[in-house]
């Protein structure tokens, strides 16, 4: 059953496995992409070209994270082939290869037997996020949530469709993507799924962690933890392009 949410301590993120969400076909950049998968994608910064995957990686290891399971589809043999070029002894990653198209959920639910903690930590592999994923978990067993989401204020909400937050820090609602949203409150792609909410994809149906998951959970269920610091998805070529501004400040 894992090592439950309240007993897991401020600096945990070693003690919990890490799924990232790296199998979707990346249909919206495939034109600048071509082959190389999306989380492959490369990053130029101050004249030094990294695939996105790497810099997401040596974020994740900075903060203590030691458990990946890194949950692949579309192109997933590139990505291995790049792992087993450059491992990582810093990091215990798991390759899962779907055998086709699951959707978030169902590659969780594909990779089910290697994600055994209370909680496991989920993230979009095509996001990066500055936020301190320990406080995030340490907030997330102090509060003893099922579900915690990490959300970002960006100057585009309508881009991605905004997360109405009450005063209590619990989400009220999702909002659609309004192209006249502005400024608002996303969710950035960054989960702490509790044990039964795990069991529940793993015995279900559901294809998006988003849609049929979060989204049908009623209003104050899934607790909000809010970062003012960089945000990038590298989805699109406009977004992907500016990926190297955004991360200018990671090694």
Same mark, same amino acid.
């Given at each position: 059953?894992?090592?439950?949410?309240?007993?897991?301590?401020?600096?945990?993120?070693?003690?919990?496995?890490?799924?990232?969400?790296?199998?979707?076909?990346?249909?919206?950049?495939?034109?600048?992409?071509?082959?190389?998968? #999306?989380?492959?994608?490369?990053?130029?910064?101050?004249?030094?070209?990294?695939?996105?995957?790497?810099?997401?990686?040596?974020?994740?290891?900075?903060?203590?994270?030691?458990?990946?399971?890194?949950?692949?589809?579309?192109?997933?043999?590139?990505?291995?082939?790049?792992?087993?070029?450059?491992?990582?002894?810093?990091?215990?990653?798991?390759?899962?290869?779907?055998?086709?198209?699951?959707?978030?959920?169902?590659?969780?639910?594909?990779?089910?037997?290697?994600?055994?903690?209370?909680?496991?930590?989920?993230? =979009?592999?095509?996001?990066?996020?500055?936020?301190?994923?320990?406080?995030?978990?340490?907030?997330?067993?102090?509060?003893?949530? =099922?579900?915690? *989401?990490?959300?970002?204020?960006?100057?585009?909400?309508?881009?991605?469709?905004?997360?109405?937050?009450?005063?209590?820090? *619990?989400?009220?609602?999702?909002?659609? #993507?309004?192209? #006249?949203?502005?400024?608002?409150?996303? =969710?950035?792609?960054?989960?702490?799924?509790?044990?039964?909410?795990?069991?529940?994809? *793993?015995?279900?149906?559901?294809?998006?962690?988003?849609?049929?998951?979060?989204?049908?959970?009623?209003?104050?269920?899934?607790?909000?933890?809010?970062?003012?610091?960089?945000?990038?998805?590298?989805?699109?070529?406009?977004?992907?392009?500016?990926?190297?501004?955004?991360?200018?400040?990671?090694?």
């Amino acid at each position: 059953m894992g090592t439950p949410v309240t007993s897991l301590s401020a600096t945990g993120l070693a003690e919990i496995d890490i799924a990232i969400l790296a199998g979707g076909l990346g249909t919206r950049i495939r034109g600048v992409l071509g082959d190389t998968p #999306k989380v492959l994608a490369p990053i130029t910064i101050g004249g030094w070209t990294r695939p996105f995957l790497d810099i997401l990686l040596d974020w994740l290891a900075r903060q203590g994270a030691r458990r990946i399971v890194l949950c692949l589809g579309h192109l997933a043999d590139r990505v291995e082939r790049h792992l087993a070029q450059a491992p990582r002894r810093d990091l215990s990653i798991a390759q899962i290869v779907e055998p086709g198209p699951l959707g978030t959920a169902g590659a969780l639910r594909f990779a089910g037997s290697r994600l055994a903690s209370d909680p496991v930590m989920v993230i =979009n592999g095509d996001t990066f996020v500055d936020a301190d994923l320990g406080a995030m978990l340490t907030h997330h067993c102090t509060t003893e949530a =099922n579900v915690t *989401m990490l959300c970002a204020r960006v100057t585009d909400a309508g881009r991605y469709g905004r997360v109405d937050i009450g005063a209590d820090s *619990m989400v009220r609602r999702f909002v659609e #993507k309004d192209p #006249k949203a502005g400024t608002g409150t996303i =969710n950035a792609g960054i989960y702490l799924l509790g044990r039964g909410v795990i069991d529940g994809i *793993m015995g279900g149906t559901a294809a998006s962690i988003e849609r049929d998951v979060l989204e049908r959970m009623p209003a104050g269920a899934i607790h909000a933890v809010i970062t003012d610091g960089r945000f990038i998805d590298i989805g699109t070529p406009e977004s992907l392009e500016a990926a190297p501004t955004v991360l200018a400040g990671q090694p």
